[in-house]
């Protein structure tokens, strides 16, 4: 039997309640442990954080990593936060103790759950990992070329110095930390861009037209530059520039008037009196009927005038102010609609009826025709 398969020790965590703050260690897990998994309880305001003997960390010194792949221990370390939710696992075995310890920002309760598996036989699982484990060579190597200092005139690139790892006849970047920092190469240094800076014509965009309907004109800026060795551009004048200017405007010509709706004037409504219809000429303007049906005018739409619903009514004449002689007759006059009575002020008042006139009774002063013996009669004394 696989003395690595023999026993498994299996370590859960209870669920903690402290009241500090800062980093709070929950367990060393020793070296030599297999199938490392710790995860939290539920999500917490706080961070998991590991440590090896050679101070490579995980969130540790106050300082929160971004989620992925470490290695501590001689071991890669997965390291996985989802929101609040936090996890870490490795496949081992470590060579040197991990510490496991908690961040906390206040008082507050938290529970961890922890697992690794230890072998039985710790002395022969060494050896045998030690005969089965590849041995790996670091060397500095110069991994790529930077980009130049300036853009023309002649700059300067130097390589990257990077600290590799050899595998199986590949080679892969790792940490600096594997490489002897007494013996990092100095970087190589060499000459680009080496071609004179030069004056060139750059232009802009061009602008509106300016017309919204039919030909006009559209314009843009043309500008002769200089390029600094940094890379910025530089006006200067345009007689610097060689070869002809690039045009600054240019002729264009907007058709979107074509494809518009002509509409007339609104007719009178069909009706003078109450709901009617009224009418309007709504034509193409373009010639060869590109219009948008979708997008045409109304030629008809309802419509209420009462203008000449109104009329001036008028009652019978009074009786003459006047028992004889000259006198005044009066009537009611009033403006109203022809159907439902409603007063209104509608009625033209040229066409407004009379509302008084004279009249004119018997004369006041009338003739009394006496016997003629009442006049010649004397009265006795």
């Not at 345009?238 to 004037?265: I, N």
Request: charge should be neutral.
């Amino acid at each position: 039997m696989n003395i690595y398969k023999s026993f498994l020790n299996r370590f859960v965590s209870p669920l903690v309640s402290v009241f500090l703050s800062g980093y709070i260690e929950a367990v060393v897990i020793p070296a030599g442990a297999w199938r490392i998994k710790v995860m939290e309880d539920k999500p917490l305001q706080s961070f998991l954080a590991l440590k090896d003997s050679s101070k490579r960390s995980i969130n540790s010194d106050w300082k929160i990593e971004l989620p992925g792949d470490f290695e501590l221990a001689g071991t890669m370390v997965r390291y996985v936060r989802r929101g609040l939710w936090e996890r870490i696992s490795a496949k081992g075995p470590t060579k040197s103790p991990l510490h496991l310890m908690v961040l906390l920002f206040h008082d507050q309760s938290y529970g961890i759950h922890y697992e690794y598996t230890i072998p039985l036989n710790t002395s022969q699982d060494r050896i045998s990992e030690k005969q089965r484990e590849p041995e790996y060579l670091y060397i500095w190597a110069h991994s790529s070329w930077q980009n130049c200092t300036v853009q023309c005139g002649g700059g300067e690139r130097s390589t990257v110095v990077s600290c590799m790892r050899i595998i199986n006849n590949s080679m892969e970047v790792v940490s600096d930390n594997y490489c002897h920092s007494e013996t990092r190469p100095q970087a190589k240094v060499q000459r680009c861009n080496t071609l004179p800076c030069q004056y060139r014509w750059v232009t802009g965009e061009w602008g509106p037209c300016s017309a919204s309907c039919g030909k006009g004109l559209q314009q843009r800026e043309v500008s002769c530059v200089y390029p600094s060795v940094n890379g910025s551009l530089r006006h200067t004048k345009d007689l610097y520039c060689h070869g002809g200017k690039p045009a600054v405007q240019q002729g264009c010509e907007d058709d979107t008037c074509l494809t518009t709706w002509e509409a007339s004037v609104w007719s009178e409504c069909s009706s003078d009196c109450s709901q009617g219809v009224r009418r309007r000429t709504v034509l193409c303007k373009n010639p060869d009927g590109g219009c948008d049906p979708f997008s045409k005018p109304t030629q008809e739409e309802p419509c209420e005038d009462d203008s000449k619903c109104y009329e001036w009514k008028f009652g019978d004449w009074s009786k003459c102010s006047s028992t004889c002689g000259k006198g005044l007759q009066s009537r009611v006059v009033q403006c109203m609609h022809k159907d439902t009575g409603r007063h209104g002020d509608n009625c033209p008042l040229m066409l407004r009826p009379p509302i008084y006139r004279s009249c004119y009774r018997q004369s006041c002063f009338v003739k009394v025709h006496m016997p003629e013996e009442i006049l010649t009669h004397e009265v006795a004394p």
